[in-house]
């Protein structure tokens, strides 16, 4: 059973088209696991709790989780610990990533037994679209930083597309602490420090041009985490 988890705040326009478009391609593509969607609606101030609930109500595969608090680790960390499933995963609300790669990243976990699966940008194969440079930069300074802070191997350590077995989640589960974005960093370094095996699976990546996330704040949010995860393990 794999447990589809999307995270969203104020999504109210999109939600709807990605859960759709999400079950859609599964039936198309006549994927071979049993799954469930799980909704995260976390701190959300517009529509999107109740289009959730309406989503839920029309696919029997859709569960909604509304948190008070905000921010993508904390509602990912609530639908990983709170909902069954063997197999953990957990992508994008606008779908940046390419759909075609979501069987390999499963089949990395159910078939060739790795602990965790992550989408990879940044590899031989993969492909980015409408990536704008300024974040392209500061996307490739940061994974460097991150590698050789933690020597983790890995070219991309951000990208919203992973999978992990909920065995291994479990038990990185008590050391992981962030609640917005850096938690997908975080899930690789703790998965290294308990010597889990990772596979990076190389994706088609379109960049959302209308995403609200702020790059300034952002990256500086992220880069602090570092700091103080690169301390906490001192």
Known sequence: MINITIPLHNEEKIIAKTVK????????DAFPYEYFVTLVNNASTDGSLTVCETLARKFPQVKVINLVGKGKGRAIRAAWTAVEGEVL?????????????????????????????IGNR???????????????????????????MFKTGISDHQCGFKAMSKKAFMSVAPFLTDNGWFIDTELIVMARQQGLKIKPVDIIWI???DSKVSLGRTS?????AAWKLKKRLK
């Open 21 to 28: 478009t999400l079950i859609h391609f599964l039936i198309q």
């Open 89 to 117: 995963a957990f992508m994008d609300a606008d779908l940046s990533s390419d759909l075609n790669f979501f069987k390999s990243l499963i089949d990395a976990i159910v078939l060739e037994n790795f602990d965790l699966a």
């Open 122 to 148: 940044l590899g031989k194969n993969s492909k980015i679209i409408n990536r704008r440079f300024l974040r392209s930069v500061v996307s490739r300074f940061y994974n460097i930083f991150i590698r050789l």
């Open 207 to 209: 960049d959302n041009t």
């Open 220 to 224: 500086y949010d992220m880069f602090r």
